[in-house]
Structures are given as C-alpha cells and as structure tokens.
C-alpha cells in the first residue's frame, strides 16, 4: 500500500531562517515520483518541486530543495529563507508504479512565518 | 492560456439537493481527478479517470458520481446522498505518465460547497 505520512501538523520559521518540512513514505515500488506543493489561504495548489526515485542528486528549485532519503524513505522539504508569502499549507505526494496515474498525498503541514 | 476551470467558485445548497461541480481543462490531458479538502485537512480522492468514458472510484466515492464524455470535462455530482457534503473541492489533470513521471498534477481553483 501506498502511504504518505507528514508529522508536522503546524511549525512556526523566523522570516529569512530555513525550515525542514518532513515526508515520509511508504511503498513496495521501484519506480515512483515524489512532489510538493503548496496551498495557500485561497486554496490553489502550486506545485514546487519533484524528485523521482531513481534520481540521484537532490532536487533543486530556487528557494526549495528536496532532501531525498531513498533508504529512509524521506522526502523532506527545505525552504530556505523564508518569507511571510511562504505561510501556507504544504503538502507531499507520491505518484507510484502500480496505478501509476494515481496520487497520495499526506495530510499537509501548515507553516506560518514570522516577522 | 492553458489550465483547469472550475465552477462556480462558492455553491451553496439546500439538504436534499443534488448539484453539480464543473470541470474544465485545455491542457489536453488524459488523466482527470476529484479531490475532496475538509478545513485544516489534506486531499481525499473522491474518482478519477484515465481516459473519456472510465473513470474509477477512489477513497470516498459513495454519495457521488462523475462522467467523462469528453476528454475536456469532468463533472461532480454531489447528490443527496452524501451526508456531509460541506468541503472545498479540487479538480486536477495529468498527462498519462510512466511509472514515477515527473509531470505533476495541475490543480483548478476548487468549488467550496456549503450545505445550509
């Protein structure tokens, strides 16, 4: 089965100080692609970044990279930083191999940014 | 501009009554999603469907239904059934990928239905 877990129902960052939002996953795949995406107060999802798991250096994307534990099965977020348009709700998935087309998402960490 | 439409944005209904949730993309994808969000909560996967005319349940399809007559739209019916309909309700797209596919899902601006 396939299962997304995120332990970090809130956290608090200090404007321009790093956060570490975690993921973690369980699934049997070989092949599977992990995502982040974030959902502000009005409720769009924007997707930030990918990381597939065959790739093997951690994905960049500006202010976002992705820590990528493949034998700890951890997807964690790093946002480096931060700033007040960051405070939203962030959410991880998976997009696995079997009923490939099909995503699971964890129940999402809420972050709030401080000036 | 490519992308997801969703109407309407607010929907108000009575108990009782079925309604309707549109769908619209012109991303010319394959894949298209209905997620259900409860408030502070994450995404449930009411149905989903890989190609027009199949779709399949997902988490928490009972008191809903969906078609796919065309490639372009994906309705939600909400009906009577549903006991606690009250939920912000997202619509994705994806292109029809290889296992661990980079391409993301793309998310419409979501319905908030409110029972009164």
């Known amino acids: 089965a396939q299962k997304i877990t995120q332990t970090q129902p809130g956290m608090f960052v200090q404007e321009k100080e790093a956060v570490t939002l975690d993921c973690t996953y369980d699934?049997?795949?070989?092949?599977?692609?992990l995502f982040w995406y974030k959902q502000p107060s009005s409720g769009e999802m924007i997707f930030l970044i990918y990381?597939?798991?065959?790739?093997?250096q951690n994905a960049t994307e500006g202010r976002y990279s992705l820590n990528f534990q493949k034998a700890r099965k951890s997807a964690n977020l790093v946002i480096s930083a931060s700033q007040l348009g960051d405070s939203a709700m962030y959410f991880c998935?998976?997009?696995?191999?079997?009923?490939?087309?099909?995503?699971?998402f964890g129940s999402g960490t809420k972050l709030n940014v401080k000036p | 501009d490519g992308g997801i439409t969703q109407s309407p944005k607010y929907l108000f209904r009575k108990e009782g009554q079925n309604v309707t949730l549109s769908c619209e993309q012109n991303?010319?994808?394959?894949?298209m999603y209905w997620y259900r969000q409860d408030p502070g909560q994450g995404l449930r996967l009411i149905y989903y469907?890989?190609?027009?005319?199949?779709?399949q349940k997902g988490d928490i399809a009972e008191g809903y239904s969906v078609s796919r007559e065309k490639k372009e739209s994906f309705p939600l019916t909400v009906t009577s059934a549903q006991k606690n309909p009250t939920a912000f309700y997202l619509c994705?797209?994806?292109?029809?990928?290889?296992?661990?596919?980079?391409?993301?899902?793309?998310f419409g601006p979501g319905t908030r239905l409110t029972v009164l």
């Open positions: 994705a797209s994806t292109p029809l990928g290889a296992s661990g596919s980079s391409d993301t899902q793309y």
């Open positions: 699934t049997s795949d070989q092949s599977y692609g």
């Open positions: 990381q597939g798991s065959y790739d093997e």
């Open positions: 998935a998976m997009r696995g191999h079997y009923n490939f087309n099909k995503f699971y």
């Open positions: 991303l010319n994808h394959d894949a």
């Open positions: 469907s890989q190609i027009v005319n199949d779709f």
